[in-house]
């Protein structure tokens, strides 16, 4: 059984009217839509562990929720399995009743709350806080173990104009040890686009700085870094 073709021939079609692009990678099938700025995503998957098994997954930027949640309430992950064609195309007749009794109701009542940061910092004002803030904890730009000393400041000191100066300073490092600009998105608030001059490698420091600052035990700041910058230089081979 061809389930690309199934899923083509059924639950695709819906899908694709709902303006759900498509991606399949690794036996998964991936429908991502962005509504007013966020994105939507159903996730389809072959199970590696079940023989004839799918696992269907509901997600926002915000929350995710298996399929079987909207089937009888249960939180837990549950597979759909099948025997044969007929069985697989059942499941994803069931799919598309989800869709359209309680997902489509659910993306919208879980959209990401509170993205915005406080403030804009790329306001006129801040820069000449984030040079104070700069001098004073004696941090430099170009140099990735400063993170270290803003994990610190937000541990001892996590105040919303230090959270604010964090992500200005962190989005000013991507900038200048990776390269990258300066953008304002309208739910997201400033954040570094094109960083190490790939297109649309982006990302939000306020989000990173605030998750972090939220739960500085189990988050990083440093480690996300880290990570894209070990992407750039894949990227660009060096």
């Known amino acids: 059984m061809k389930i690309s073709k199934i899923i083509k021939q059924t639950i695709g079609k819906k899908l694709e009217n709902l303006n759900f692009a498509h991606e399949y990678l690794n036996n998964t099938w991936i429908f991502t839509r962005v509504v007013n700025g966020f994105k939507e995503t159903i996730q389809i998957e072959k199970s590696y562990w079940s023989e004839n098994a799918l696992r269907i997954t509901f997600m926002t930027e915000a929350e995710s929720v298996y399929s079987f949640y909207f089937i009888d309430g249960s939180k837990m992950e549950k597979l759909h399995y099948y025997e044969d064609e007929e069985s697989l195309r059942d499941i994803f007749i069931t799919l598309e009743e989800i869709i359209d ?30 040079q104070k803030f700069v001098e004073v904890n004696n941090i430099d730009f170009k140099d990735e173990n400063s993170l270290k000393t803003i994990e610190f ?10 959270i604010v100066l964090s992500s200005y300073f962190l989005g000013e490092l991507f900038i200048q040890t ?11 608030g400033p954040y570094i686009k094109n960083i190490g001059g790939i297109n649309n490698f982006n990302r939000r420091p306020y989000k990173t700085i605030k998750n972090f600052a939220n739960n500085p035990h189990h988050e990083s700041i440093i480690r996300p870094y880290q990570a894209i910058a070990g992407t750039v230089k894949n990227v660009k081979g060096q």
């Open 101 to 130: 009794q309680h997902a489509l109701k659910w993306f919208e009542e879980n959209v990401p709350k509170d993205t915005l940061p406080p403030a804009n910092f790329l306001d006129k004002g801040w820069f000449e806080k984030l």
């Open 178 to 188: 990776l390269d990258g600009e300066w953008d304002y998105d309208q739910n997201y």
């Open 153 to 162: 400041l937000l541990i001892s000191e996590p105040t919303e104009e230090t």
